[in-house]
């Protein structure tokens, strides 16, 4: 039987790993620099590896002889569990970078966390995925600073960004009931103490990119329960193509 809570909350995690990866991929060959257009292309491929892993894990709990391929090319956006920040689209580089960065500052601290989770295999996952996330963390705070601090045009593009971006940050860290059962069972983490850590760490690196906090407290809602934008759908369309005109095969 299905361990119907362990699923979703392992969802959660692939789905935001894979819908972000796909994303940053839609940088390779157009990045400002080569250099970044790499470094771009790399946490991409991070982000699927880390993907993989959950959907590996998530089709072993399934139990219906699923595999990680039929979680990420055969669900309809519905049955998507990322939030709604990472499947924004890229906009600009700054724009890129603040969504990224936004993401950074949660995925380091909960692969920190995790690490401790009472499920060996889950356990496993963080430990290899943190050593990941803390490149990605310094790479996207590094970038946000560069051009927060940087020329007039730089700082306006990111502040416009983080300003677009700001009430989509929190979605990450609100509880799901999948999130406070895996907390309770002992396999998941506190929400509330990560978001504690993260925020300490974006106003730190805000104030040091010189840009302004933006004062609104909204926050969207939904891609967790299956509610996403538009934007969603066209993500799903390239990346699921191939596997639903030609069904079954292997590449």
């Not at 996952?125 to 590094?142: C, G, N, Q, R, V």
């Not at 416009?160 to 929190?170: H, I, M, V």
């Not at 999130?179 to 760490?201: I, N, Q, W």
């Not at 609104?216 to 191939?242: C, P, R």
Request: hydrophobic share 40%.
């Amino acid at each position: 039987m299905t361990d119907q809570n362990k699923f979703d909350y392992i969802l959660q995690q692939a789905d935001n790993c894979l819908i972000l990866g796909q994303r940053l991929a839609e940088w390779c060959g157009h990045g400002p620099i080569l250099e970044q257009d790499i470094a771009l292309t790399n946490i991409s491929l991070d982000l699927i590896g880390q993907a993989r892993l959950f959907y590996q894990y998530a089709a072993e709990i399934q139990g219906e002889e699923k595999t990680e391929d039929d979680l990420a090319y055969l669900r309809d956006a519905w049955g998507f569990k990322n939030v709604l920040l990472v499947e924004q689209p890229n906009g600009d580089f700054g724009f890129t970078i603040m969504r990224q960065f936004l993401y950074d500052t949660f995925s380091c601290y909960f692969y920190e966390a995790l690490m401790s989770s009472s499920d060996e295999r889950l356990a496993s996952i963080a430990a290899k995925s943190h050593k990941e996330t803390l490149y990605h963390m310094k790479w996207s705070a590094d970038w946000v600073i560069r051009l927060g601090d940087g020329t007039v045009e730089s700082h306006n593009r990111v502040q416009q960004a983080l300003n677009e971006l700001w009430s989509y940050k929190d979605e990450i860290v609100i509880e799901t009931s999948a999130d406070s059962d895996a907390l309770a069972a002992g396999y998941g983490v506190s929400l509330a103490e990560l978001k504690e850590k993260r925020d300490a760490k974006i106003t730190a690196v805000l104030e040091e990119a010189t840009l302004s906090i933006p004062e609104g407290t909204y926050s969207h809602k939904g891609g967790k329960e299956g509610v996403h934008s538009e934007h969603l759908g066209y993500i799903l369309a390239d990346l699921q193509f191939l596997q639903r005109a030609y069904p079954g095969n292997e590449w």
